[in-house]
Structures are given as structure tokens and as C-alpha cells.
């Protein structure tokens, strides 16, 4: 319908958006452009480069696979609570440790408090305030002694001061706890006598029952309940505590942003460099090829 259009379009180059200097052919120039990339410093930015995201990539899924473990760690706490009290010297021993799965299994046993062998774990919170742990060994029916954090207690104001720990119950009791592991760490227990008690930082059963002179599971339970129930003031009952994820999640996907932004940054180098090159190109082969105007 126009027939003209297309001389005029032929004739004033509308057609070649190339920003090409004039005499160059594409392919050519397109090498000549990106032969700075096998420059040593180039290559060795891009080495670099790589290693910092493949690096940051295994992070992230490390983190991921922390975070399974977490979860399937929660899994296990919680099915181990829901569990049916079992009796104490059915899940635990005082020849070994128990196995890392009956962690957090309630557990029930009955005997007497031995008041003479209390045993302070300082150094513990609960919520904001400092204090300690008070172990009370149970000298079970069944013979071996079950150690039993009947509770927390505030810190005395000296640290060569004892806390004022409320009296156990006399007389026979049935107590049920939570299990739990002996306590790990790099550092030894530092065991001191601190008026009638013994004070630790750490509860290693094992260790403890050097103290108590009888033989002792391997193992301590966290008092949650106790009949007949103990009289008023006691220790404070130690929290169950809320299971978490942690920050695992998010620390991944900051791994894997991290990844890529290293190949990003990467690519965008190349970019600058590259238009600078075309730019520098297109100075010295003559005036650069210009977008054509029609005038009206």
C-alpha cells in the first residue's frame, strides 16, 4: 500500500539497530569485545567467584539439613513425652548411660530422700533470675540411688554462700521425673563444698556417686511430680521449655543469596566491562552508528 516505506527505511538505516563501528563484522567484534575474559586476572575473578558460591551453596544446605535434624530431634522429645510412665529401673542402668532416644521418657520410682548427700548445681537460670539446681538423691526401693532435681532455688548473695534450699519430704515418696542425660561440656564440673552441700556446675551422675557411696543410675530426672506432694516453701519446678526451629531456615536462604550474589556480581562486571570495550571500540573505529530520525 506504501511502496516507499521501504526505500525509506532501506536508505536511512531504521533496520540496523547494531552499535557496531562502521567495517565491523559481528562475530568478529563480539570476540574482540570478550578476549578480556581469558585474561589471568579475569580468569582467576571468575575461579574466585565460583568457589565463593559453590562454597555458599553447601552452607545453605548444611544449614538445611541442621534443620531437619532439629525438627526430627522435636519429633522424638515430643513422642517421648506422651509416652506412659515407665518404671525407672526399666529404662535406666547404673552400668551405662541410658540411650540417647529415652531422653525426656517420664519415669517413676519410690523410696526415701538422702538429705545428707544434697548436691547444688549453680550457676542456673530461670527466666532472668540466677540461682541453682538442688539434686536430692533417691534411694529407690529397688536399690540403686535415682537423682532427682527436685527443683531451682535463688542464688545465696556470696557465691561461698549456700542457697536456702526448702527441706525434701521425710518418709517414703514416689516421685516421677523426665529423664535426662548426663550434662557435657569441655570444662571439668569444678565440684566444691559449700556449707552441708556439694556444688557443681555440671551433673555428671557418674561423678555424683562418688558422693552418694551407693551405686547410682547413670542418669538424673527433672521432679515433676512427687506424692504425697512436698510441703510449702519448695524449690521451683523446672520449666518444660518451648521446642524450636532456631535460625537455620533463614540462614540458609542468606547462603544461597549469598551464592547469588557472588555469580551475580560476577556477570555484572562483565557487563560494564564489556559495554566500556564496545564504547572504546566504537571511538576508535570512527563516529559510532547513530539512531536515524525522520524528518517531518
Request: aromatic share 8%; net charge positive; proline share 8%.
Given at each position: 500500500?506504501?511502496p516507499h516505506v521501504g526505500a525509506v527505511v532501506k536508505a536511512t538505516g531504521l533496520g540496523d539497530r547494531s552499535p557496531l563501528p562502521y567495517g565491523a563484522a559481528p562475530s568478529a567484534y563480539r570476540r574482540d569485545v570478550l578476549s578480556f575474559l581469558r585474561r589471568p ?226 556477570v555484572l562486571l562483565i557487563v560494564l566491562e564489556t559495554r566500556k570495550r564496545k564504547k572504546e571500540a566504537g571511538d576508535a573505529g570512527g563516529e559510532p552508528a547513530r539512531e536515524p530520525t525522520l524528518s517531518r
Amino acid at each position: 500500500m506504501f511502496p516507499h516505506v521501504g526505500a525509506v527505511v532501506k536508505a536511512t538505516g531504521l533496520g540496523d539497530r547494531s552499535p557496531l563501528p562502521y567495517g565491523a563484522a559481528p562475530s568478529a567484534y563480539r570476540r574482540d569485545v570478550l578476549s578480556f575474559l581469558r585474561r589471568p586476572k579475569w580468569v582467576i575473578f571468575g575461579i574466585v567467584c565460583v568457589v565463593f558460591a559453590v562454597s555458599f551453596v553447601s552452607l545453605g544446605f548444611w544449614q538445611l539439613r541442621r534443620l531437619e535434624s532439629v525438627r526430627t530431634e522435636n519429633v522424638r522429645i515430643l513422642d517421648n513425652r506422651d509416652k506412659t510412665v515407665s518404671a525407672a529401673a526399666d529404662v535406666l542402668s547404673t552400668e551405662r548411660p541410658p540411650a540417647a532416644d529415652v531422653e525426656y521418657q517420664r519415669v517413676t520410682a519410690t523410696g526415701h530422700f538422702d538429705t545428707d548427700h544434697e548436691i547444688v548445681v549453680r550457676g542456673r537460670q530461670v527466666g532472668a533470675d540466677n540461682g541453682a539446681f538442688v539434686i536430692t538423691p533417691l534411694v529407690t526401693g529397688a536399690g540403686p540411688v535415682l537423682l532427682v532435681v527436685r527443683g531451682w532455688v535463688p542464688a545465696a548473695p556470696r557465691a561461698d554462700q549456700a542457697p536456702a534450699v526448702p527441706a525434701a519430704t521425710r518418709g517414703e515418696v514416689t516421685v516421677v521425673g523426665r529423664v535426662r542425660m548426663p550434662e557435657t561440656g569441655t570444662g571439668p564440673s569444678r565440684p566444691a563444698d559449700v556449707g552441708r552441700f556439694l556444688s557443681v556446675t555440671r551433673i555428671l551422675p557418674e561423678q555424683l556417686a562418688e558422693r552418694v557411696g551407693r551405686p547410682t543410675y547413670d542418669a538424673y530426672v527433672e521432679q515433676l511430680e512427687q506424692t504425697p506432694a512436698a510441703a510449702r516453701p519448695a524449690p521451683v519446678a523446672i520449666p518444660q521449655g518451648a521446642l524450636e526451629e532456631g535460625n537455620h531456615e533463614s540462614y540458609a536462604y542468606q547462603w544461597f543469596t549469598f551464592a547469588v550474589m557472588a555469580v551475580g556480581g560476577y556477570v555484572l562486571l562483565i557487563v560494564l566491562e564489556t559495554r566500556k570495550r564496545k564504547k572504546e571500540a566504537g571511538d576508535a573505529g570512527g563516529e559510532p552508528a547513530r539512531e536515524p530520525t525522520l524528518s517531518r
